[in-house]
């Protein structure tokens, strides 16, 4: 198969023996990310206008902060903060408060389903959703996913690595099937969709026999016991689980 961008880091990330791949890549695209926008591009007027607009989630706010530039963050919050403040007012000058109903003063703040309802609750929900970094991500995400399917159905080296590999955790395995479902013929699932949940149960099971030994370790009499594969399967637990990595370093610049 014809290499692209995508090809190479595609296949280093199935040849690092993750416990999930795309968990590998995401976090590569992740930190690639923080180090541009963090590095000389937060002085570029159009990536200032971006990060404007979309600002960051909380998460990727603690990475900027982490990172160590702190002259950058602050430059990059400062116009942030300008506009931000700007749509803020005009969105309270054309706020207009519901009317409270007889039944209102009754009515708990646990009863809500969860889903902001007023403009400026909706407003802010729009903004914590928006994010610089998990568009950069969500933007690449799909050309990886789908050469991820071309790989697998084109070249019989990489589908080998594939069929003896550790699986995916949860989250990513939910996109491979839906993405699958969208792109595969109904034979390239008939060979493809047999391994892939052979590759999820048997790694599932083998992170649960990892995590039961790690409590069984913590019995006196097995105190002098080998760990065996043990000792991280709190982290890749988790990770597998949910993604991403919990006991990651904090990501700051070289």
Same mark, same amino acid.
């Given at each position: 198969?014809?290499?692209?961008?995508?090809?190479?880091?595609?296949?280093?990330?199935?040849?690092?023996?993750?416990?999930?791949?795309? #968990?590998?890549?995401?976090?590569?695209?992740?930190? +690639?990310? *923080?180090?541009? *926008?963090?590095?000389?591009?937060?002085?570029?007027?159009?990536?200032?206008?971006?990060?404007?607009?979309?600002?960051?989630?909380?998460?990727?706010?603690? %990475?900027?902060?982490?990172?160590?530039?702190?002259?950058?963050?602050?430059?990059?919050?400062?116009?942030?903060?300008?506009?931000?403040?700007?749509? %803020?007012?005009?969105?309270?000058?054309?706020?207009?408060?519901?009317?409270?109903?007889?039944?209102?003063?009754?009515?708990?703040?646990?009863?809500?389903?969860?889903?902001?309802?007023?403009?400026?609750?909706? !407003?802010?929900?729009?903004?914590?959703?928006?994010?610089?970094?998990?568009?950069?991500?969500?933007?690449?995400?799909?050309?990886?996913?789908?050469?991820?399917?071309?790989?697998?159905?084109?070249?019989?080296?990489?589908?080998?690595?594939? +069929?003896?590999?550790?699986?995916? #955790?949860?989250?990513?395995?939910?996109?491979?099937? +839906?993405?699958?479902?969208? *792109?595969?013929?109904?034979?390239?699932?008939?060979?493809?969709?047999?391994?892939?949940?052979?590759?999820?149960?048997?790694?599932?099971?083998?992170?649960?026999?990892?995590?039961? !030994?790690?409590?069984?370790?913590?019995?006196?009499?097995?105190?002098?016991?080998? !760990?065996?594969?043990?000792?991280?399967?709190?982290?890749?637990?988790?990770?597998?689980?949910?993604?991403?990595?919990?006991?990651?370093?904090?990501?700051?610049?070289?």
């Amino acid at each position: 198969m014809k290499e692209t961008i995508y090809t190479i880091p595609l296949m280093d990330a199935f040849n690092a023996n993750d416990e999930c791949p795309f #968990c590998f890549i995401e976090r590569k695209l992740e930190q +690639e990310a *923080i180090s541009f *926008i963090m590095g000389p591009a937060y002085m570029e007027d159009d990536i200032r206008e971006e990060t404007d607009r979309l600002g960051f989630c909380r998460h990727h706010h603690k %990475m900027i902060y982490d990172y160590g530039n702190k002259l950058g963050a602050a430059l990059m919050l400062h116009t942030y903060y300008q506009k931000l403040n700007k749509d %803020m007012h005009q969105r309270f000058v054309s706020f207009t408060p519901k009317k409270a109903g007889a039944l209102t003063r009754f009515k708990k703040a646990g009863d809500s389903s969860g889903q902001r309802e007023s403009s400026l609750g909706q !407003w802010v929900s729009q903004r914590e959703e928006s994010c610089y970094v998990c568009n950069h991500f969500k933007e690449k995400y799909p050309r990886y996913l789908d050469t991820f399917f071309q790989l697998l159905t084109h070249d019989g080296e990489f589908f080998h690595t594939f +069929e003896t590999g550790k699986g995916f #955790c949860l989250h990513h395995f939910g996109d491979i099937i +839906e993405t699958g479902e969208k *792109i595969l013929t109904n034979k390239e699932k008939e060979k493809i969709y047999p391994v892939l949940f052979d590759r999820m149960e048997v790694n599932m099971k083998r992170l649960e026999e990892d995590i039961s !030994w790690f409590v069984d370790k913590y019995d006196y009499r097995n105190k002098d016991a080998d !760990w065996k594969n043990s000792r991280d399967a709190i982290q890749r637990g988790i990770q597998k689980l949910t993604g991403g990595y919990p006991d990651d370093p904090v990501f700051t610049q070289r």
